[in-house]
């Protein structure tokens, strides 16, 4: 067990009782991911990649096995200490962005900090710094039906950092965006990560994965295979190849 | 407490985003409230009118009246044949201890004339004592005295009612007016009684000794001059008002030499208790009228659960994501329960609101009586808040158990 690790599982498992039948979505992975790194998750569909973010977000309990965030066992945690995990250490960035409708970006930003009990003048100074460093201030009071797919992904971004977490997890956050957009997402997140922020993402494009720093693949609940990239692709760099947009940088 | 505050912030965002459907649950406690507050009012009016009745005909009062009735229970020519007389009525003073006074009336209609004035109005001739047995106070000037009524005295008291269409805003103590054509001094005004059961306004109303009228207003019965209309019997506080009934009964029969067989010639009333019967039912009534409206509440709180549910269906992917992003099961449980509880609260408030103008429409066009108590307010208040608690309840805790994965992929 690396003791430094941010993320630590051994043997975790996931089984779905439906009916008569057992679905093994998770089948024992083990896996460490340390502070600052920029993980990519991979598999064909239906392989457990989901399933596995699920746990490692708190949102879910394994069948078997741990599950360690930031040194703390959560494996056995009720409801309530897992929505206070989640609230405290985790980002989610998800496919389908799960704003709030009819709710402006800065408090779409400001909703986690909700729970967290801070004083309301504190929450909205955070949530308008995070829209800044998304590059949305000027959209502070759009609502979510007001800004471009690619604009509101990058306040669910804002919203997922406005806590501190310590994990990012991004569940396809592309898979509803075109290439072009695509990259500018990737070139967010990795400017976050070599801020120091941890980032695990699930893709099922090896041109997005090509840009982590380590890429874990799935298969049928099993962890396939371990890769360090040495040189992963700037995200940046490749935005500037592409072919410009009006657009883009909205 | 800002936590609190946060919740009811979030509660009223997402109401202002559905506002006709907001307004249209609200629109069931609204009705729900109001109709409460006006069927409690309209209840409370006549019971303090009956209050107000007992209060102003005296209390301990037995009333007996000439006339007769039959084994049936009618009663038969009131006042045609006057069968009562003053020697009746001191004869119940005198032999029935439980009696404290005892006081005949004779009771007329005729026009008073003041000045250049004319007024229809009632007029009594009574005895010193009828005062006491009505409990009716002289507050300005003085009563009949005992000489007033020994030597037929030409003075008069006037009620609250003729004193103002006769004199105005002017004193009316020591004006003369005139009674069939007889000058009449006033020398003492009347308290004011108000209404009786039948809606007569008591306060038309001129007193003269019982002597000046017989001989000098309404005049004399032929068959016996000392016939009266009806005696005013006050029993002391604490004596059995049913057992002074019987024995004033007994004494009259036997005076009146009354045979077994014959019915009574006389008719002897405890109006007091009339009206506490009275009161009874009015007070069955305010319940009554309470629990009827409550059942429009109830279905107000009904329309309340149906939203909140359709709502908490609605924003399944609303529940996951602030599930997510930190939220407890109890801060989507209270999100919700205080969204509920918004909608019942404003819908009291508007109800409480529509419940005023109803009872005061209700007097005003209606002219019935209507009595707003505070408490029945706050209750009705009270319950529109519990109302939406109680239905609220349900769906809130079906959104709070919500389980975050699958609410966040609910389509
Ligand atoms: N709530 C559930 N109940 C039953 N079975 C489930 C449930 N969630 C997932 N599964 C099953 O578990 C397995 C893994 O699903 P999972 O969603 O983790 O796959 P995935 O790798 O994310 O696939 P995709 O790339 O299509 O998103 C699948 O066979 C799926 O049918
Ligand atoms: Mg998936």
Redesign the pocket.
């Known amino acids: 067990m690396d003791s430094h690790a941010i993320i630590a599982t051994e043997g975790l498992t996931?089984d779905?009782v439906?009916g008569p039948h057992v679905?093994h979505?998770?089948r024992g992975v083990s896996v460490a991911i340390d502070p600052g790194e920029f993980v990519a998750v991979m598999?064909?569909?239906?392989?457990?990649?989901?399933?596995?973010?699920?746990l490692l977000g708190c949102l879910d309990t394994p069948t078997a096995g741990r599950y360690w965030l930031d040194g703390r066992d959560v494996a056995g945690f009720g409801r309530d200490e897992l929505a206070r995990m989640r609230n405290a250490k985790i980002g989610f960035v998800f496919q389908m962005f799960n704003l709030l409708p009819r709710t402006s970006a800065l408090e779409n930003v400001e909703l986690p900090l909700l729970y967290s009990g801070l004083p309301a003048r504190e929450r909205r100074g955070r949530a308008r710094e995070r829209l800044a460093a998304v590059g949305l201030a000027d959209r502070g009071h759009h609502h979510p039906s007001q800004l471009s797919g690619g604009q509101q992904q990058r306040v669910a971004i804002a919203r997922s950092l406005v806590n501190e977490p310590s994990v990012i997890l991004a569940?396809?956050p592309t898979g509803n965006l075109d290439t072009r957009t695509s990259v500018e997402i990737l070139a967010l997140l990795q400017r976050l990560n070599r801020a120091g922020l941890t980032i695990v993402l699930?893709t099922?494009e090896p041109d997005i994965a090509a840009y982590a720093g380590r890429v874990l693949a799935?298969r049928d609940?099993r962890l396939l295979s371990d890769e360090q990239r040495g040189a992963p692709l700037d995200a940046a760099t490749a935005l500037a190849a592409l072919p410009a947009d009006e657009e883009a940088l909205a | 407490m800002t936590a609190a505050l946060q919740s009811i912030r979030i509660a009223l965002r997402s109401l202002r985003v559905n506002k006709l459907r907001s307004a249209l649950t609200m629109l069931g406690i609204i009705i729900g409230v109001g109709a409460v507050i006006t069927m409690v009012a309209v209840g409370a009016g006549a019971q303090a009118r009956v209050a107000e009745q007992i209060q102003s005909l005296g209390s301990n009062l037995i009333i007996v009246l000439s006339g007769s009735v039959t084994s049936s229970g009618l009663r038969m020519g009131t006042g045609s044949q006057l069968t009562i007389t003053e020697d009746d009525s001191a004869a119940i003073a005198r032999e029935i201890p439980a009696v404290q006074v005892s006081a005949p009336m004779v009771r007329g209609n005729t026009q008073v004339v003041f000045g250049n004035l004319n007024w229809s109005t009632a007029i009594q001739g009574v005895t010193p004592d009828y005062f006491e047995a009505r409990d009716w106070a002289v507050i300005d000037g003085r009563p009949i005295s005992p000489e007033d009524n020994d030597g037929a005295g030409k003075v008069a008291l006037v009620g609250q009612t003729t004193a103002f269409n006769l004199f105005g805003d002017a004193d009316p103590l020591g004006q003369i007016i005139r009674i069939k054509k007889v000058p009449f001094t006033v020398v003492g005004l009347l308290d004011r009684k108000g209404q009786n059961s039948y809606g007569q306004d008591q306060d038309d109303i001129i007193l003269i000794p019982m002597s000046s009228a017989k001989k000098k207003v309404l005049g004399k019965s032929n068959s016996n001059p000392r016939a009266v209309g009806s005696i005013s019997i006050k029993i002391r506080p604490g004596e059995d008002m049913g057992e002074a009934e019987n024995q004033i009964r007994e004494l009259l029969r036997q005076r009146h030499r009354l045979q077994p067989y014959q019915d009574d010639d006389f008719w002897v009333r405890n109006l007091s208790e009339v009206l506490q019967t009275q009161e009874e039912s009015s007070k069955v009534m305010t319940y009554l009228l309470a629990a009827i409206a409550s059942v429009s509440l109830l279905v107000g709180g009904i329309g309340i659960m149906n939203i909140m549910l359709v709502s908490v269906t609605e924003r399944t992917r609303e529940i996951g994501l602030r599930m997510a992003v930190g939220a407890r099961g109890r801060d989507i449980l209270g999100q919700f329960l205080i969204e509920a509880v918004t909608l019942s609260l404003i819908g009291g408030l508007v109800g409480i609101a529509a419940g005023l103008g109803g009872a005061e429409a209700l007097s005003y066009f209606a002219e019935w009586r209507t009595l707003v108590a505070p408490a029945a307010i706050a209750l009705a208040f009270g319950f529109a808040a519990a109302v939406g608690v109680f239905f609220g309840f349900y769906p809130a805790r079906k959104a709070a158990r919500l389980d975050p994965?699958?609410a966040l992929r609910y389509e």
């Open positions: 996931k779905y439906l679905v979505a998770l598999g064909p569909s239906g392989s457990g990649k989901s399933t596995f973010m699920n569940d396809e699930v099922h799935f609940g | 994965i699958e």
